[in-house]
């Protein structure tokens, strides 16, 4: 599987923390190709489109207008096709209120949008190198929250 191109999703309304995260992508030696969309409502129309190929993770801000991360994520769960899609919260919020909302809701991994670009990378990488297969299989609230 090294050669295959991860497919990524981020929804978030601000530009300019949807560029940092283009830039951190690209300077990541995972090869991916990246769908960025400015609320959640693009987002959803994006995924339930016939014959696309959906993205392996999808980055959800949980603030956004039209319609909001947490909205996206019960979509998603609730979805046939999409149900089974990664979804990792990626918010400014750190309330454990968010945190334990979206974990209930079915969120496989929550990140604090990090405050320097060094750390944004480290967190990308670190969420795009986990072994999915084990982190699904047993959604357990200490792995939820990535420490970095």
């Known amino acids: 599987m090294p050669f ?3 497919n ?21 030696k995972i090869k991916t190709k990246l769908s960025l969309f400015k609320n959640g409502q693009e987002l959803m129309d994006y995924l339930t489109l016939p014959n696309i190929i959906l993205p392996e993770i999808v980055f959800l801000d949980l603030n956004m207008p039209i319609k909001n991360g947490m909205q ?32 209930v809701n079915g969120a496989n991994i929550y990140i604090n949008k990090p405050n320097s670009f060094g750390s944004l990378k480290k967190a990308i990488e670190k969420a795009l190198q986990l ?5 699904t299989s047993s959604l357990n609230r200490d792995n939820f929250l990535l420490r970095l």
């Open 72 to 103: 996206c994520l019960s979509e998603i769960r609730n979805h046939d096709k999409l149900k089974d899609l990664l979804v990792a919260i990626y918010s400014t919020s750190s309330s454990e209120e968010d945190i334990e909302e979206t974990f």
């Open 131 to 135: 072994n999915w297969q084990y982190h």
């Open 8 to 28: 990524i999703a981020l929804a978030d309304d601000d530009q300019d923390d949807r560029l940092l995260f283009k830039e951190a992508i690209e300077e990541i």
């Open 4 to 6: 295959k191109t991860l």
